[in-house]
């Protein structure tokens, strides 16, 4: 129901732009929370960037100036723009959407993408 894309190898200092697409039977992305969330081998889960139904997004602090969340309503579509990417920003990057409240807690999204792999290497 929620479909990312976007993923891939890149060297340090490159960027990448995922996208998250939400099938016809998915809560209408305009009017939910979406966020992206990431997970590296033996990490847990961390939220990355979000962005709520009045269209105000937040981003954590290990991606601030550097990643940024978007929405185009008319495609359904979530984006998260990601510049001078690091070799720490390898993970498996997720969205997930919830119908109330917006925070990075997981159980309470209600849909989850299958994840995109990105790799940062040299």
């Known amino acids: 129901q929620l479909a990312e894309s976007g993923g891939g190898s890149v060297q340090p200092g490159g960027s990448l732009r995922l996208s998250c697409e939400g099938s016809?039977?998915?809560?209408?992305?305009?009017?939910?929370?979406m966020a992206w969330f990431r997970q590296a081998p033996g990490r847990e889960r961390e939220g990355v960037a979000m962005i709520n139904s009045e269209g105000i997004s937040l981003v954590t602090d290990f991606a601030k100036g550097r990643f940024t969340i978007s929405r185009d309503s008319a495609k359904n579509t979530v984006y998260l723009q990601m510049n001078s990417l690091k070799p720490e920003d390898t993970a498996v990057y997720y969205c997930a959407s919830r119908a109330r409240g917006c925070n990075f807690q997981t159980r309470y999204f209600e849909y989850w993408g299958q994840g995109t792999q990105v790799t940062v290497s040299s």
């Open positions: 016809s039977d998915t809560a209408t992305i305009s009017r939910t929370c």
